[in-house]
């Protein structure tokens, strides 16, 4: 059956959903994005078609560091096997050669075989691990915020404080499970947005925001230093904006993070998931 790939259009709303329900059923949140997906102009949100029936989607989006991130690649359970995602991923790379892009990412749950290796098909290795832990928030209870945490204005310092993390927090920074390699263009793209907070003697630094959904939930994008402290201003945060959880995927290395939030009550997710990579430069 000939499938054509072309470009999602406002009309394809509800087809677009079905497909997400069909494909991953237990991870929903196209409703979310999909304006967002639509209006992303250096970017492409894709789907894929038979002649009367749309049956795939993925979205092409370029990070603030000029590499490319492949999200949101779903095929519809009975259309799945028959060479779709391939042809997806060769519109990447088209997209990818045309736009320059130096690197290509995606993640994948560590037990989703078809994904890693539709993506291992096309060069992509293994460039990191992570560990998901959440935690629900409860509705109105603001805590008084731990003293001295503001955000980093200067994007220099941003640099040098997210530099000296990269052995310690190595690999990438993770918001809505979108990773984030450690380099300058992340360091502004922190400072832009306010995320990057530090306490005034610069022994503590978190990251907090949402890449988006930020009234769901509230991301820890990093975290340095006194941990409870931290964790204890990314509680402060999440109440004053009324987010139903908090989230935060860390590199499997970072034990101590992890440990002082399972005492803070997050959960671990099942699975580990995997960032996965290929250079174009
Ligand atoms: C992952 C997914 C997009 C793949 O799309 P697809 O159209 O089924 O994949 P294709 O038919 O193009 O397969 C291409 C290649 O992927 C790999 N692949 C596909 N299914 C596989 C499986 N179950 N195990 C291992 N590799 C697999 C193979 O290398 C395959 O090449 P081959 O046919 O020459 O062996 C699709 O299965 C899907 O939508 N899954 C649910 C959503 C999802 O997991 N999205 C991605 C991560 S969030």
């Known amino acids: 059956m000939p499938f054509i790939l072309r470009r999602a259009r406002p009309e394809d709303r509800q087809s677009i959903y079905d497909v ?3 494909a991953t059923p ?21 789907v894929a078609e038979t002649e009367d029936q749309l049956v795939g989607c993925g979205k092409f989006t370029l990070l603030p560091d000029g590499s490319a991130w492949l999200e949101t690649l779903r095929v519809m359970k009975a259309f799945q096997g028959q060479g779709i995602g391939r042809l997806f991923y060769q519109r990447f790379f088209e997209l990818g050669r045309e ?12 037990n989703n075989h078809a994904s890693k290796g539709l993506a291992e098909q096309f060069g992509f290795a293994v460039a990191g691990t ?16 731990p003293a001295g ?3 980093v204005r200067d994007v220099e310092m941003a640099a040098s404080l997210l530099f000296s ?8 920074m993770v918001l809505n499970r ?47 230093g006194d941990y409870t402290a931290c964790l204890a201003f990314a509680m402060h945060l999440a109440a004053v904006k009324g987010v139903g959880s908090l989230q935060c995927l860390s590199p499997v290395g970072a034990k101590e993070a992890q440990a002082e939030m399972t005492r803070q009550g997050f959960q671990f997710e ?12």
Request: with cysteine; glycine share 8%; proline share 4%.
């Open 20 to 22: 997400e329900k069909s």
């Open 26 to 46: 237990g991870l929903i949140y196209l409703p979310f994005v999909f304006d967002e997906f639509l209006a992303d102009e250096t970017g492409a949100f894709i």
């Open 99 to 110: 736009k320059s892009v130096p690197a290509m990412r995606m993640y994948t749950n560590i």
């Open 130 to 145: 992570c560990l998901g832990q959440k935690m629900a928030c409860q509705a109105g209870l603001v805590s008084s915020a």
């Open 149 to 151: 945490f503001v955000p």
């Open 165 to 172: 993390l990269r052995e310690k927090w190595p690999g990438f």
């Open 178 to 224: 979108t990773f984030y390699a450690f380099n300058q263009a992340l360091a502004n793209f922190l400072v832009e947005r306010g995320m990057l907070y530090h306490d005034a003697d610069g022994k503590n630094l978190v990251v907090l925001g949402a890449r988006f959904m930020p009234q769901q939930a509230l991301h820890i994008g990093l975290m340095d």
């Open 270 to 281: 099942a699975s580990e998931f995997i960032v996965m990579g290929v250079d174009l430069a």
